[in-house]
């Protein structure tokens, strides 16, 4: 069963780094880097649906990590 949980884990994580990614604005990992300015701006349509999904996957990963060390330790 923990072999299932590791392979769910990994998943999520590497979910979870894309959505990370796919948030960058300008170009690509550049965005990340470059000065792009403080100007707030509203989420709308598919940004807005990705940053949930952001917030999904880190909270599906802390509980599968929690449930990992309890397991396994």
Known sequence: MLTYLYIIQVI???SLVAAVLLQ???????????GQ?????SRRGVEKTI????IGLSGAF???ATIIVILAG
């Open 12 to 14: 999520i994580s590497v």
């Open 62 to 64: 802390l509980v599968f």
């Open 37 to 41: 300015g403080a100007v707030y701006t």
């Open 51 to 54: 940053f949930q999904v952001t």
């Open 24 to 34: 960058t604005k300008g170009s690509g990992l550049g965005g990340m880097f470059g």
